[in-house]
Every structure is written in structure tokens, then in C-alpha cells.
């Protein structure tokens, strides 16, 4: 992990702001294994989001198709003296050091104004770790105890990764400037919910699709939207 200071960090703005504004605590960019990271652009904010592995790349997408969700800011950072705090009192050795942030993977925050702290975990059997338990019971005593905020621990292997790549797929043209064809269009249509299909079943077969809707669709021709019907 490239190693960036604290006061760095702080000065930067990192673990400020929300929605565009937002800058997590943690880059892509400072982390050695690379091919597990992601960079998608969340098509609600238009704000580059930092994604350290698969598993968050999957729940982020589930999580940002949900309408109630109002905003997901990823690499949080918990106050530095709070965690070593409940490290003392629990006797548990900092995560790894007394000096630097621990961070949880999503923060989030409903339409209706609560909030929800997400971990992201491959399997459940991380539990079966001590290390990994002490790190993830500081974490949710943070949040439960010092911050009033409820904390979930979700699971790679427990994911609908059908839900998520489906998302993926079709949010990529969630903004009418990325269309540039009929099939595109078919993708916009589905990311911003102006056709409802089954995300969650099986992976969806666009050319079977634009039979099905081709006729609702606005005529795309040569890059620019001829017609608009809704």
C-alpha cells in the first residue's frame, strides 16, 4: 500500500464531504494488489468511486440501484481516538497500528435520513479468524455504541452477483450521452428504470429484449437521438 500521511489525507479533504463532493479516506491508486480494485462511475453523482475488491465492486452496484439510498460514501474513515479507545478498553491491538485510520467500506445514508454502515467480507468464514472478529467488533462498536448508527457484515458468496454485473451492464449508459445505438438506448432505458425487467434471475439477453421493447424506444440514428417517446 503506497503510504500517504495523515495530515495528508486530512488536508486533502479525505472522509469529507457527500455525494460529488465526497473524497474516501482510501485510493485505488495506494493499493499494491491492483487487479482487485475498481473505478465505476457512480451515475447518480458522477463522482469517480475507489472499490478495493470485487466484493465491493458487487454490493456497491446493488446498493446504488437502490432508489431509497440517498447517498454511499466508500474508505470511510472512524475517528482516530475513538478506535483506540474501544481498542484499550477491549484489549485488542489496533488494526495495524496505533496510527493509522481504520476505515468501513460503506456509509450510507437513506432518503428517509437514516444511515447504515456496511463491511464487505468474502465469506463467512472470515469469522472463523480471530484477528479478522476483533477488527470487525471494534468496528461495529463504533459505529453501534459511539455513533447510534446500525453496522451489517455482508458476504461476497451470499451476493447476487447476477443482480450486480446486471446493474453493471446497463448503468454504464445511465447518462444519454453515452448512447449511441438502439442497444444503448435499450441499456438506458433498463439503468434509469423507464422499463422494468427482471435484474435478478439471470444474466439479461439485450438482443431478446430490444425485440420485446424496440417499439417504445427512441430511433437512434448515427450517434443522435432522432425521436424521443416515453
Known sequence: MLSIKNDTKINEGRGKGSGASYLPWIQTREISSVGTCSNPKDWKTGRTVELLSQGEAYYWHILRWNDEIEDIREQYPLDFETTLEICDDYNV??????????????????KDGKEKVFSVKPSRNVLKKK???????????????????????????????VLAENIRMVCMFYDLSSVFDEMSMLKHYIATKKIQVDMESEPLDFQYLHEIYRNVLPEVKGGSLVCSQH
Open 93 to 110: 491491538k489496533h488494526p495495524r497500528n496505533r496510527h493509522t485510520y481504520m476505515t468501513s467500506d460503506f456509509y450510507v445514508t437513506y
Open 131 to 161: 484477528r479478522a472478529k476483533e477488527k470487525l467488533a471494534v468496528e461495529k462498536v463504533y459505529w453501534e455504541k459511539f455513533r447510534h448508527v446500525p453496522f451489517e457484515i455482508v458476504y461476497k458468496d451470499e451476493m447476487n452477483i
